[in-house]
């Protein structure tokens, strides 16, 4: 027996590329565009989480040029040390003002925010619970925390109640999505503040997917329920809305500041580099100016939930830009997923672990970028397909 073992005997990709439906590493060969170029050949991105079309956008693109003009490509060290420029405390500064926190800290990627914020701050004696379906950062994320860890089912507040009693007497914070990235359903912060009547915790959203897509300026979940003022921690990514890629943290001055002397992911990563930072300073302000991508967003929402919806195909609680088509068989969504593609659309299957066992998804998502035509021939390829493989009469 030896350490590699694991991995030559690793076969359960082998067997899906055997029957010719491997459907990951696909090579695109343009940017993240409503329409992208694969082989040659023009194809519809619905898997793309560029819910505002900004990582195309002009001043986005300018943005990032120049700042690399001024201060070259990387900061050769951590935030800690060398690696804080001005312009990641200027961001810092406009996250906080836009999120309306006190602080916020900027991370190299969102999975390395929640890394660092859940490690550092579940700590010995607390207590962590966390939805069943939240993202596998958050859950690598406690894995590293000296705490307790429960779960409580799906947006089940009868069940969470449940946890809660059990850990009366604990220090305890629960984390949940804002917005879920493969079911495209939305966490019922707002529920979950009320159960505060009943009993003390604090609370993490990782916004990640809600962030310029939910609420009435685009600060995310908190916003869209009217409970920012009662939301402890604030996670999000640039990887999404933001048009780039990294992650950040909106909290009270105390939790950053603890936050910038602990965690481990910020302190021993180097930072994030000045093209980026550059690039998210300019996203938010494009998001503050032009309210009309949002809600552009929503009109194609709206129109792909009603189409799917018409022609019978289960989406599940979708409730967001992302709708998922299930079709229950992890063979049937790759196979799915390279027919769409020779139809000229490009979807992401979801399997199991990433589901529950049955439950495997077609995940579409939708940009604010996409015209009606590029959602009707969307609409038409799920339809040819969906009735080829019986997903539909």
């Known amino acids: 027996m030896g350490i590699f073992d694991k991995c030559t005997n690793y076969r359960d990709a082998d067997k899906v590329i055997e029957a010719g439906v491997y459907p990951y590493f696909r090579m695109i060969e343009s940017q993240q565009d409503p329409v992208v170029m694969m082989g040659g050949r023009e194809v519809i991105m619905v898997g793309s989480n560029n819910y505002l079309g900004l990582t195309s956008h002009p001043r986005v693109k300018e943005a990032a040029i120049e700042a690399i003009r001024k201060y070259g490509t ?41 890394l660092g914020v859940l490690s550092a701050v579940v700590g010995r004696g607390d207590v962590a619970i966390s939805d069943r379906l939240n993202h596998a950062s958050i859950v690598d994320g406690l894995r590293l925390s000296n705490g307790e860890v429960k779960k409580f089912n799906h947006n089940d507040m009868e069940d969470l109640d449940r946890v809660l009693e059990g850990t009366r007497d604990k220090n305890k914070m629960i984390v949940v999505d804002g917005v879920f990235s493969m079911e495209g359903d939305i966490s019922p912060v707002d529920e979950i503040i009320a159960l505060r009547r009943k009993h003390d915790f604090g609370i993490m959203v990782d916004d990640a997917h809600g962030v310029g897509v939910l609420g009435e300026t685009g600060r995310g979940t908190a916003e869209h329920f009217g409970v920012e003022d009662d939301v402890d921690i604030i996670m999000g990514t640039y990887s999404k809305s933001l048009g780039t890629i990294g992650g950040f943290v909106v909290a ?39 309210p009309e991508r949002r809600e552009r967003l929503w009109y194609n929402t709206n129109k792909m939930m009603e189409g799917f919806k018409s022609y019978g195909f289960d989406i599940g609680d979708a409730a967001s830009p992302i709708i998922p088509v299930v079709v229950k068989e992890d063979m049937l969504a790759f196979k799915m997923a390279l027919m769409l593609q020779e139809e000229g659309v490009f979807a992401n299957p979801v399997v199991n672990p990433a589901t529950p066992p049955g439950r495997a998804l077609m995940r579409t998502s939708y940009m604010a970028t996409h015209t009606d035509e590029h959602l009707d021939r969307v609409l038409e390829a799920f339809v040819k397909v969906g009735k080829q493989l019986g997903l539909i009469s």
């Open 74 to 114: 990387g900061c050769a060290g951590s935030r800690f040390l060398n690696g804080t420029l001005d312009i990641h405390v200027k961001l810092e500064e406009k996250l906080a003002r836009f999120f309306r926190k006190e602080g916020a800290l900027v991370y190299a990627t969102g999975y390395q925010t929640n």
């Open 252 to 290: 009270s001055a105390d939790i950053i500041k603890y936050l910038k002397h602990v965690s481990r992911s910020m302190i021993f990563s180097a930072s994030l580099a000045p093209a980026l930072v550059a690039a998210v300073s300019t996203a938010l302000d494009i998001i503050d100016q032009e």
